[in-house]
């Protein structure tokens, strides 16, 4: 005899949440700091700054989406800032497009 009750489920990924500790370096300036990281596995990645003398604030996020062929996927990338000092905040300006394309050039490397 067949079961009358149809069950249907779908298991989300796990979101996971760790402290880990990053690094940014920028010239001669490098940082090491804490961050609360939360990912959820093929969709985000974010990381919240904490314990950093050079950023007020730092918030990063990678979201992943499958690409157009089977072993391709499209990220975007989002990054929000405010720097300590306003120091820091006019060195960056004066690298910062080129400080863009090493974090991408290091991501394509990379995968």
């Known amino acids: 005899m067949r079961d009358p009750f ?9 979101v996971v949440n760790v402290d880990a500790e990053l690094r940014v370096d920028f010239h001669k300036i490098s940082e090491t700091y804490l961050s609360t990281v939360t990912m959820v596995p093929h969709k985000y990645i974010r990381a919240v700054s904490s314990d950093t003398k050079v950023f007020k604030s730092l918030v990063t996020e990678w979201k992943f989406r499958p690409g157009s062929k089977n072993d391709a996927c499209e990220v975007d ?3 929000c800032f405010k720097f300590q000092s306003d120091i820091y905040a006019h060195i960056s300006s004066l690298f910062f497009h080129s400080a863009v394309k090493a974090v991408v050039y290091a991501f394509e490397k990379e995968f």
Do not use: K, L, N, V
């Open 6 to 14: 149809q069950i249907s489920t779908r298991a989300e990924p796990a």
């Open 77 to 79: 990338f989002f990054i």
